[in-house]
């Protein structure tokens, strides 16, 4: 399986190596170099690479790459869907997952590995587990450490290994019990130059924040599950009760977590909950091109749109913008040719506009095409697809926990072509 | 040399590890001055005998590991800390040793001893370290240690250890594949735990030795199936991916009948050749498919195996998984594997993974591309999931436009035509070249689209962009040569374009089309001619080349205008620097001038230069990449990688289904009470996919075992399961607790057998008969309930066996489904059961019923053999003997008297859980009328003062000639006085009343011999009744007396020095007064029988009883 792991940095350092069997020269990856070169953006690296004598597995996350060296046939996606957990369980250790975070905490992130995969095949890969084993740095224990020389391996011999119930730690115990569920929609689509959707589809996702001591079993409920078409649940659902009652019922890990994402059924209509307006246009004649973006409410269900931000990847011929916005502000990066206008909270009243001219490099012929929008805002309070929580009851403890469930919509992948 | 001066820069304290390397420190002087003594801090550090100095250096050296740094040098002074206290320090000191330990064989082998140490430790979990690392450290000479330690840890009792040591076999594997023969038995073994922590991890060590051993899996299958769901994410990938090979070799396709028929003949067509002028080795394949589908047509109808019927429901609900590989891994499994009429589940599963990150995108879209080519129509309502965004990574938006061309038919393809527009415009050149070659490949496929599609293309040669306009005549070209003679004014339109277009592979695409079809352009084509003449010097190489062919074919056509043009530039090309060029001019002036010389080939030159092209096939990349399974590595990369199994063709007639019967559990080792906790908390999690496993599935004794104390439910509905296997599995399961609830189907099966078999039963020998018949005398006094004493067989031959010890009975169990041939064998299985009853004894016994199945297959002879046996075994342990003895069956109500419902009561021996006190009565229902007995109760119980009753639960339904049970508790107050009440059905009510024999009023108590002495010195003078008796001929050794003592009163045996006395020790059930029995035998075959209690009446009713069975 897994032979090793190289962490790479944007630029192309090795800054941590991790072999599970014997140990592979890091110059396997110069082939990776050699990819990485070629494809310009950092995105565009084919995640599968073979070389003579290896294959390499790549993910691109948070700048840096994590590189699996392997040797025989193995299922590509059991390799990625596991580097994405070692950078989720880094995220989950360090609240970041950046170089400096690793380089820092070195010696810890090489015990999270070396506790993760067991000659290349995965070992513990649950975050409770694991921070049950190799506790996470925090503050306080960091501050004692480096006074009484301790580490952050755990003294006592973890548990919830050995358990039934993997994902939960043994002996959890708050002061305060709470269970707070956000549901979270986003949109997808993309419409065309006219306004009307090419494309639409609501997919959204249960974050759980739960700190209940004991071993707590809920059971969540909804008012209309029928919208939901497609789910993919945390493994602590218990799927046949799904099936059955369209509840969901589960043993919760401790902390947070993601409980289920689901795709909401594409028989409803989706509601757009803004409408662009929007003249890019180019002269034949003269380096220059114009610009003129409106953007108003349609379907907010009497919420109000905050946090709107457009993002345009301008043709590589424009060299500056010269524009006025009527609310928020603009910035144009000239290097990476992006226009980003953050916009803010949308006034019904008042619609946002966006105009001016932009100035195209002489000479260079009048672009091809007309550069897309892409729209991210959020919307608080509401689940666009009308998902609503019914109840939520705990079993198998005796304490009342604090209860509670936000509603959040925003873009997704939100598009508009011109 | 850097990394010296980091270190001494990184004294500071622990969270300089990720300073800059390049300190300059002064100490460290030259470059090399420094490197032999560089790590002297380090190793100071490391002798020190302070832990926390220990702490920081191990931190610090494996900072360095981690760098990649090299650390081998500190080698001896890490290794000798391997024993050290602190466990953080320890730990580090591992993570060290497995870097290095390969480089440094002989020093590595100094800590050898303490993993060993570690091996033996009570706690599992620092037995399972201890493994781990041991089997990490790769130096050949431990491999015999790493052996023993592997085949210990894979019977060790925690479920954890054995799972390391599945990860130690690969491991082990990979240092010496000499091993591998051993490495398989440990793999065989460990394939028969039903942990799901283990399930994975074993799969995954048969996947690296043994994968070609899928006898091995057999066994295993149906297990496998059923644990699936509740194994951690990882191992389900690995167990689905080879149990969809296993399926491959055990199963039929499903699609046998109509997927030839389909997809060979008209899926294909549409696709890749409506115009006819298919290859030929296409059609060949047709005529094939169909004759083949002829032959299979004849066949019988297909029916799916219920193993394959089993593994498709089991992994469904892995569709929803959170873990993408899961998801893939379920998805090519129902690829290959399912009808085709199911396949379309995975689409949805599949498209929800288009959400995920873009490596997983990319893979997804690998396979969903090989999908769409097979099954088109599967992705069909998904069409708009694959719409490309502007911010996808090119390589994603390549893969869309793959799945979007092979999802084009006749209905969306205006749809995607226009999408396809949009993505014309596209900034990203790369992809707009391959949108451009997706509309050419929609517009071979799709007949109706091709003028339009055609047009478009045309359109896109105005582009201002080069490349697109090279791409676009590139794939016109490719489209004309399908039907050229109706698109001369195309070619003139592309004709006119060689003024403009410079991207060489363009131009030559034009010439070449020029010079294809001159003839439908006769009089451009010369002028075009011209025009190359004149530039041909400047022109790129394979630009000069498609010239020269143009300068030929129309010197063959239209000699007259072009003679000298062609001259002109066969000259030109005859003086070229290159010399491909100079060849290809060379060749063509022989063969088209014709001149004394040039021989018979100039003859055929037309031919050879205007012969019938075949037009190319535009078809997919991912064409017929399905026969690597899907979501491998080999698929991807579509060659073969390094270790992948091939999937297998499905066989042309099923292999004997029957090898995946389960027939003996394989008993290992692992201490039950390990699992059995396991198993308790368990159930209320995943009981909920018991349900699935049920209603199909026959004789598949397996599930049951895993899914715990499975119902009654599930567990009947194999009764149509060959008797065989389920009496071996009742016998060997007896004493685990898990499956008691089973037994009573089993038993309940039993008396089915047993009363057809009345017949049968007369034949037995005489001295059977007389044993019963005296038998039956025992019970009427015994128990003076007045039941009809006509009782059919059933019950006499209950009784018949009452004498003989519960060993007696094991061992008939154990034998009468076995050719009697093997008793030693299963005596010494036995032997091994008992002794992990002992250490389970502090485990609280369920409170289900115990009734030993009652036969008499067996010969006596066979049974006082079986006796001689066990007798050779030095002491017969109290605790074997005790708790479970056999037990009588009383006649509650009579089938006659009950119309066609019998019931039947037994003392289970069992404590009754939800009191104390209380004696449980088994109760055993059967139904012989024709119609259901429903709502089976008790109502109005009649009891004397003191005793009290918990009813049974109801029963909802006894449907006629079903069977069934249900315990319920008596607080008899230490009296023999019989419980009368009613039991009612929907229509009816019997009076009926339990009485129970004194024996039976009390609980067995465990007391050493000293113990013993002192409570009987306790209970002398009124308490004590002595007997003198005269022992029955055949009960003159210590292991009948011990027998029939127990079989009269619920005793347990107290150990005892001397053979000439037993002492059996009770307590009543719920007053707990002490009952204490002694037999102490003289050698003429006289004894004496002495009982303490001081329950008078019990007492002496006592000593009646167990004086008639020692007597008798």
Redesign the interface.
């Known amino acids: 399986?897994i032979h090793s792991l190289f962490l790479i940095n944007y630029t192309g350092d090795?800054?941590?190596?991790?072999?599970w069997?014997?140990?592979i020269n890091?110059s396997v990856c110069d082939y990776f170099f050699e990819a990485k070169e070629k494809a310009l953006?950092p995105?565009?690296v084919?995640?599968?690479l073979?070389t003579p004598h290896h294959?390499l597995i790549?993910?691109?996350?948070g700048k840096l790459f994590f590189l699996a060296v392997?040797?025989?046939?193995?299922?590509?996606?059991?390799v990625?869907?596991?580097l994405?957990k070692v950078a989720d369980t880094l995220q989950d250790y360090f609240g970041d997952c950046s170089e400096?975070v690793i380089?820092?905490?070195?010696?810890t992130?090489?015990?999270i590995l070396?506790e993760m995969l067991?000659?290349g095949?995965?070992?513990a890969?649950e975050s409770n587990v694991l921070q049950e084993m190799i506790r996470p740095p925090t503050i306080l224990r960091?501050v004692v450490?480096?006074l009484?020389?301790?580490?952050n391996?755990g003294?006592t011999?973890?548990t919830g290994?050995?358990s039934?119930?993997?994902w939960r730690r043994a002996g959890v115990k708050y002061t305060n019990n709470e269970a707070y569920f956000d549901v979270i929609e986003e949109i997808?689509a993309?419409l065309?130059k006219s306004g009307s959707t090419?494309?639409a589809?609501i997919?959204g996702v249960i974050e759980a924040c739960v700190r209940l001591t004991g071993m707590p079993d809920l059971t969540l409920s909804f008012m209309n599950p029928r919208l939901l078409?497609?789910?993919?649940?945390?493994?602590c659902v218990?799927?046949?009760?799904w099936?059955s009652e369209r509840v969901l019922s589960f043993?919760p890990p401790d902390g947070n977590f993601?409980l289920m994402?689901y795709?909401v059924s594409s028989q409803n209509l989706v509601a757009i909950p803004v409408y662009v307006k929007q003249n890019i246009s180019f002269m034949e004649t003269g380096s220059c091109g114009r610009l003129d973006i409106t953007i108003g409410p349609k379907q907010t269900m009497g919420k109000t749109v905050e946090g709107l931000l457009v993002t345009i990847?301008m043709?590589?011929a424009v060299l500056s913008a010269n524009l006025t916005a009527t609310q928020g502000n603009y910035t144009y990066d000239l290097a990476t040719k992006v226009l980003v206008w953050d916009v803010g909270k949308l006034n019904p009243q008042k619609l946002p506009n966006l105009r001016g001219s932009l100035s195209v490099q002489s000479g260079a012929?009048?672009p091809?095409?007309?550069?897309?929008l892409?729209i991210d805002m959020k919307i608080q309070q509401l689940a666009i697809s009308g998902l609503k929580v019914n109840r939520l009851d705990m079993y198998g403890e005796k304490y009342k926990p604090f209860k509670g469930v936000k509603y959040l919509t925003r873009a997704g992948?939100f598009?508009v072509?011109t | 040399m850097s990394a010296s001066s980091a270190f001494n820069d990184e004294k500071g304290g622990s969270s300089s590890v990720g300073e800059p390397e390049y300190g300059h420190d002064p100490a460290s002087g030259g470059i090399f001055s420094s490197d032999y003594k560089r790590h002297d801090d380090l190793k100071e550090m490391l002798d020190s005998n302070k832990d926390s100095l220990k702490l920081e250096a191990m931190k610090r050296i494996v900072a360095m590991i981690a760098r990649g740094k090299n650390a081998s040098d500190l080698f001896p002074a890490v290794v000798k800390n391997v024993a050290c206290k602190n466990i953080e320090v320890k730990k580090l000191v591992y993570v060290y040793l497995v870097r290095y330990a390969e480089e440094q064989q002989d020093l590595a082998l100094l800590s050898i001893s303490t993993f060993q140490r570690g091996l033996k430790d009570p706690n599992q979990l620092i037995r399972a370290s201890a493994l781990r690392v041991l089997s990490s450290i790769r130096v050949t000479i431990i491999v015999p240690i790493m052996m023993l330690a592997i085949k210990e840890a894979a019977s060790d009792m925690s479920p954890y250890v054995r799972k390391t040591a599945a990860h130690a076999i690969p491991k082990l594997y990979s240092l010496d594949p000499d091993q591998k023969d051993q490495l398989i038995e440990v793999i065989e073994k460990l394939l028969a735990d039903k942990t799901t922590l283990v399930a994975g991890s074993v799969v995954m060590a048969f996947e690296e030795v043994c994968p070609e051993r899928i006898d091995l899996i057999h066994k295993n299958y149906r297990k496998l199936c059923n644990l699936l769901i509740d194994v951690e994410e990882w191992g389900q990938v690995v167990i689905i991916n080879m149990l969809t090979r296993y399926a491959r070799t055990q199963f039929l396709n499903p699609n046998i009948n109509e997927s030839l028929l389909e997809e060979g003949g008209s899926g294909d067509k549409t696709f890749y050749g409506s115009d006819g002028n298919d290859d030929d080795d296409e059609d060949e394949e047709d005529k094939e498919k169909k004759a083949e589908a002829a032959a299979l047509a004849k066949r019988k109808p297909y029916v799916m195996d219920p193993d394959h019927r089993l593994l498709l429901r089991n992994t469904k609900p892995l569709l929803q998984s959170r873990n993408a590989a899961v998801v893939m891994a379920v998805a090519q499994l129902y690829f290959h594997l399912a009808p085709k009429a199911e396949v379309g589940v995975i689409a949805k599963a599949l498209v929800r993974l288009l959400r995920s990150h873009s490596e997983v995108q990319y893979v997804v879209l690998q396979n969903v591309a090989t999908m769409t080519i097979k099954r088109r129509g599967m992705f069909e309502p998904y069409l708009k999931s694959f719409y490309i965004r502007s911010t996808d990574p090119t390589q994603i938006k390549i893969l869309k436009l793959e799945v979007l061309t092979n999802l084009a038919n006749e209905t969306n393809i205006s749809t995607i035509l226009r999408e396809f527009q949009t993505y014309i415009k596209s900034v990203d050149k790369d992809f707009v070249a391959a949108t451009i070659q997706a509309i050419g490949r929609c517009a071979t496929n799709i007949g109706e689209v091709r003028d339009t599609c055609l047009n478009g293309l045309v359109q896109l040669l105005s582009n201002r962009d080069e490349l697109v306009v090279a791409e676009s005549v590139v794939v016109i070209k490719k489209l004309l040569q399908m039907q050229p003679e109706k698109h001369s004014d195309i070619i003139k339109h592309m004709a006119k374009l060689t003024d403009n277009i410079q991207v060489p592979m363009a131009r030559a695409s034009i010439l070449w089309l020029i010079g294809e079809y001159c003839e439908h352009v006769p009089k451009i084509a010369p002028d075009v001619l011209r025009k190359m003449a004149k530039s041909f010097t400047n022109e790129e190489d394979i630009v000069k080349l498609q010239i020269l062919n143009l300068a030929a074919k129309l010197y063959l056509t239209n000699s007259k205008q072009t003679k000298l043009l062609t001259q002109y530039v066969l000259n030109l090309a005859k003086y070229d620097q290159n010399y491909d060029i100079r060849d290809r001019a060379r060749f063509i002036r022989q063969l088209i001038v014709p001149t004394e010389k040039s021989g018979a080939l100039s003859k055929y030159a037309k031919k050879l230069f205007l012969a019938l092209k075949p037009a190319p096939v535009l078809e997919s990349p991912f064409k017929d990449r399905d026969h690597f399974q899907l979501g491998s590595l080999s698929h991807l990369l579509n060659a073969k990688a390094g270790g992948y199994q091939e999937l297998p063709d499905w066989p042309e007639a099923a292999p004997d289904p029957s090898v995946r019967n389960v027939e003996v559990p394989e008993w290992t080792k692992c201490s039950s009470r390990e699992k059995r906790k396991e198993k308790k908390v368990e159930k209320p999690f995943y009981s909920d996919s018991e349900g699935e496993s049920g209603p199909t599935e026959s004789a598949d004794s397996e599930s049951y075992s895993s899914s715990g104390s499975d119902s009654a439910s599930a567990s009947a509905e194999s009764g149509s399961g060959s008797q065989s296997e389920e009496s071996e599995d009742a016998s060997d399961s007896e004493e685990e607790e898990e499956e008691e609830d089973k037994k009573k189907v089993w038993k309940k099966e039993f008396k089915k057998l047993a009363q057809g078999s009345e017949s049968e039963q007369s034949s037995e020998s005489d001295e059977r008969k007389r044993a019963r018949k005296s038998k039956q005398q025992k019970s009427e006094s015994e128990s003076e309930t007045d039941g009809d004493e006509e009782s059919d067989s059933e019950s006499s031959q209950s009784e018949s066996d009452d004498s003989e010890s519960e060993v007696d009975v094991k061992n008939k169990k154990a034998v009468q489904s076995k050719a009697p041939s093997k008793p030693v064998i299963k005596e010494t299985k036995k032997e091994k059961k008992e002794m992990s009853l002992l250490d389970l004894d502090d485990f609280e016994p369920a409170p289900s019923p115990q009734v030993t199945p009652v036969n008499s297959f067996l010969s006596s002879s066979l049974v006082t053999d079986l006796e001689g046996l066990s007798l050779s075994d030095s002491v017969l342990s109290p605790a074997a003997i005790s708790p479970s003895g056999t037990q009588k069956c009383y006649e509650l109500l009579h089938r006659i008297s009950g119309e066609g419902l019998s019931v039947e009561y037994c003392f289970s021996r069992q404590p009754f859980g939800p009191d104390a006190n209380m004696v449980a009565v088994q109760m055993h229902f059967a139904n012989s009328a024709a119609t259901d007995a429903k709502n089976l109760h008790m109502e109005d119980v009649k009891l004397q003062s003191g005793m009290r009753v918990t009813d049974f639960p109801e029963i909802e339904l006894l449907p006629a000639g079903e069977t069934t049970t249900a315990v319920m508790g008596i607080d008899f107050c230490d009296s023999t006085q019989a419980a009368n009440f009613q039991l009612c059905t929907h229509s009816r009510k019997f009076f009926v009343s339990i009485q129970p024999p004194v024996g039976e009023l009390m609980k067995p108590v465990f007391m050493t011999e000293n113990e013993f002495k002192k409570e009987q010195g306790q209970l002398m003078g009124m308490n004590e009744i002595t007997e003198k008796l005269t022992l029955d001929v055949k009960c003159r050794n210590e292991h009948a007396i011990v027998q029939r003592v127990s079989a009269a009163a619920n005793l347990s045996r107290v150990p005892c020095g001397s053979d000439k006395e037993c002492r059996f020790a009770g307590r009543t059930v719920s007053g707990g007064s002490l009952v204490l029995v002694t037999v102490a035998t003289e050698e003429d075959g006289s004894a004496r029988l002495t009982l303490n209690c001081e329950k008078m009446v019990i007492g002496t009713m006592l000593v009646k009883d167990v004086l008639l069975a020692l007597t008798q």
């Open positions: 399986m090795i800054f941590l190596e991790k072999h069997k014997s140990v890091r953006e995105e565009n084919p995640p599968i073979q294959y790549n993910i691109y996350r392997i040797q025989t046939e193995v299922p590509p996606l059991f990625i869907e596991f994405h400096g380089k820092d905490n070195l010696v992130v090489y015990e070396e067991d000659n095949f995965p070992l890969t960091s450490n480096t009484t020389g301790g580490s391996v003294d011999l973890p290994q050995l039934n119930i993997p997808d993309i065309d090419v494309f589809e997919q078409d497609d789910v993919s649940f945390h493994p218990r799927f046949k009760r099936e043993i993601t994402t795709h990847h043709p590589k012929p009048k091809e095409e007309n550069p897309s892409n992948k598009q072509r």
